[in-house]
C-alpha cells in the first residue's frame, strides 16, 4: 500500500509541469486516454493513475476477463459438449466403442437425446479410431451420418453418400494417418479419433421394426482394419427403454465434459481461438484441470449465465431470420441455409447456439434436401400469442391440407429442461399420420389436440401433456415437396382452446 499511496501522491506534480508539457498533454485526444475515475454498469467503479488501473480495478479486470473467456468456452463449446455427451452417454449403457445400438422397439423417454423420434429406428456408435483404421459395412437402402468430436460433418452413408444408396464398405483413418489405404473402401477422413455414427431405419407400420432390424444386423458390421481378412462378428445392443443421459451438463459440470474431449483427441483439433480461450481458464491437453476456489466461483457463475443464454437464443430468439413465416412462431436455426452456419462470410453464432443446445445430428442434407426425399424440421415453444406452452392447457393445431409429405409427417414433443421426449402416459411422447385411427379434415389436413386430457371422441388425434410441465412441438415432414419450400403452404400456430 505504501507504493500506491505514493503514486498517487505523485500526481501532484503534475502542477509543475513545463508548458510545453501541458501543451502536448492537451493536444492528447480524449478517446486513446483513461479518466482517473470510471463508473461501469457491470464493475462499478474502475480507478487509474494516469491510466494504470488500481489493483483493486486489475483484481475485477481478470475475474471479468475469466468470467467472460469461461462464458465464451460454453457458448461456443456447446457442439464440442454436446458430442462427449453423446460418447458419454451411449457408452455408458455397457457397450464398448465401435460396438452398435439400435432402438430395435423404437425411442422412448427413459433415453435423454436432443430432440429423437419415436416413428423411425435409429443405430448408432461410438466408432474409435484411436488403435487404427475402422471399416464400417453398411447395408443397402440406409440413411446415415457422421459427425466428429467437434461436431462438424465427417460424411454421409446411403443415398446421400457415395456409395449412392447402393451399401458398402468404408474406411475411416485416424487424425494424421499415414499409412497404407487398400483398395475396396469408400474412404472417410476425420480430424478426431471418436466420432459419431447416427443412421435411421423407418419401419412399415403394419410390420413395425422387427424386419427391417434384421435385415440390419445381417449386413451391418464394424470392426479394425488389422481384421478385415477375417472379420468380427458384430455386437448389437438393444437401446430401447434403456435409461441414459446423452445430454451435456448446464453447470459446472460442463468444463470437465470439456476437459474430456481435450485430453482425449488430438492437440489444437478443436482450433487455436478455442483452444486458447479453454486454456485461459485451465484446460490444457496433458495438464490437470483443477480449479481453485476463486476459478471454480468463476466457472460457475460463467455456466449459469451461458446456460441462460443458450436457453433465451433456442426459446427466444430475437432474430427475425430464424423464422419461416412472418405472421407464425415456426422457426429453425437452419433457415440461412448453412449446416456450419455461415451467411455471406460470417459465423451466424446464435444460429449454431441455438441448434447444437436443441438438437443433434449435423449434416447438409439437413438444411435443404431435395424435394420428396430426406426430412425438414421446424419447431415452437408458443402459442399463437406468444405465450409459453404450458402443459395445464389445451391446444390445437392444424395442419392444412394436403400437408406436402411425400412419406409422412409427424409431431413429437419436448420437454423445456431436457429438450428431450416429455415423459407422459403416452409411450410414443408424440403423433404421426401413421397412427391408427387418426381423423383427417375434409380437405386432407389435420387437427391435433396437446393437452392434459384428450378432447372426447378425438383420442386419436390427441399428444398427451403434463400440467406445470413446459414443453416445445417439433414437426417433421418426411419426403417435403415443393409446397413446404416455396412457402404456399403454413402450418397453423397453436391455439388455446377454451
Do not use: C
Not at 316 to 328: C, L, Q
Not at 347 to 375: E, Q, W
Not at 470 to 496: A, E, H, I, Q, T
Request: proline share 8%; aromatic share 12%; no cysteine.
Amino acid at each position: 500500500m505504501m507504493v500506491w499511496k505514493s503514486i498517487w501522491a505523485s500526481t501532484f506534480l503534475f502542477l509543475s509541469l513545463p508548458t510545453a508539457a501541458q501543451e502536448f498533454a492537451a493536444d492528447v485526444p480524449e478517446s486513446v486516454t483513461t479518466p482517473d475515475v470510471v463508473e461501469t454498469y457491470s464493475l462499478g467503479t474502475l480507478e487509474f493513475f494516469d491510466g494504470m488501473p488500481s489493483p483493486e480495478t486489475v483484481q475485477k479486470a481478470y475475474d471479468n476477463l475469466d468470467l467472460i473467456r469461461a462464458t465464451t468456452v460454453f457458448l461456443d463449446g456447446i457442439p464440442i459438449a454436446a458430442m462427449e455427451g453423446m460418447f458419454r452417454g451411449l457408452l455408458s449403457t455397457g457397450v464398448n466403442t465401435n460396438e452398435i445400438l439400435v432402438t430395435e422397439d423404437l425411442f422412448d423417454a427413459r433415453g435423454i437425446w436432443l430432440t429423437p423420434n419415436t416413428t423411425t429406428i435409429y443405430v448408432t456408435s461410438v466408432v474409435d479410431t484411436t488403435a487404427g483404421p475402422i471399416v464400417l459395412e453398411i447395408p443397402p437402402g440406409f440413411l446415415a451420418l457422421m459427425d466428429n468430436a467437434a461436431f462438424l460433418y465427417v460424411t454421409d452413408f446411403g443415398a446421400l453418400g457415395p456409395d449412392k444408396g447402393e451399401g458398402g464398405k468404408y474406411l475411416l483413418l485416424p487424425p494424421e494417418y499415414d499409412g497404407e489405404v487398400p483398395e475396396g473402401y469408400f474412404v472417410v477422413k476425420s480430424p478426431t479419433y471418436y466420432n459419431w455414427f447416427l443412421g435411421r431405419l423407418t419401419p412399415d407400420p403394419a410390420e413395425g421394426p422387427a424386419p427391417v432390424v434384421a435385415a440390419l444386423k445381417e449386413k451391418m458390421n464394424i470392426y479394425p482394419l488389422s481384421e478385415a481378412g477375417n472379420p468380427p462378428a458384430e455386437t448389437f445392443f438393444n437401446l430401447s427403454g434403456v435409461k441414459h443421459n446423452t445430454v451435456h451438463a448446464n453447470n459446472i459440470e460442463f468444463y470437465n465434459e470439456m476437459n474430456g474431449a481435450v485430453q482425449r483427441e488430438p492437440e489444437g483439433v478443436f482450433g487455436p481461438e478455442m483452444t486458447g480461450a479453454l486454456a485461459a481458464i485451465g484446460i490444457k491437453k496433458g495438464a490437470p484441470f483443477a480449479p481453485g476456489e476463486r476459478m471454480t466461483r468463476i466457472l460457475t457463475e460463467a455456466a449459469a449465465i451461458a446456460n441462460a443464454t443458450a436457453r433465451s437464443i433456442t426459446y427466444a430468439g430475437r432474430d427475425p431470420g430464424i423464422y419461416f413465416y412472418e405472421d407464425r412462431q415456426w422457426n429453425s436455426p437452419f433457415q440461412r441455409q448453412s449446416h456450419v452456419f455461415l451467411e455471406d462470410g460470417a459465423r451466424v453464432l446464435d444460429d449454431r447456439t441455438y441448434f447444437h443446445y436443441m438438437a443433434t445430428g449435423i449434416t447438409p442434407a439437413m438444411t435443404a434436401p431435395p424435394v420428396g426425399s430426406g426430412s425438414v424440421y421446424a419447431m415452437t415453444a408458443r402459442d399463437i400469442n406468444g405465450d409459453y406452452l404450458d402443459g395445464s392447457k389445451t391446444y390445437s393445431v392444424t395442419l392444412p391440407g394436403p400437408v406436402p409429405a411425400a412419406n409422412f409427417w409427424s409431431f413429437m414433443m419436448y420437454s423445456g429442461q431436457t429438450r428431450s421426449i416429455l415423459e407422459t402416459d403416452m409411450r410414443s411422447g408424440g403423433i404421426d399420420s401413421n397412427r391408427e385411427g387418426i381423423k383427417a379434415n375434409d380437405d386432407g389436413g389435420y387437427t391435433i389436440y396437446v393437452g392434459p386430457e384428450a378432447p372426447k371422441g378425438l383420442e386419436s388425434n390427441w399428444v398427451q401433456t403434463i400440467p406445470g410441465k413446459s414443453f416445445n412441438m417439433m414437426l417433421r415432414l418426411y419426403g417435403p415437396l415443393d409446397p413446404w419450400f416455396d412457402k404456399s403452404w403454413k402450418p397453423g400456430d397453436f391455439v388455446l382452446v377454451e
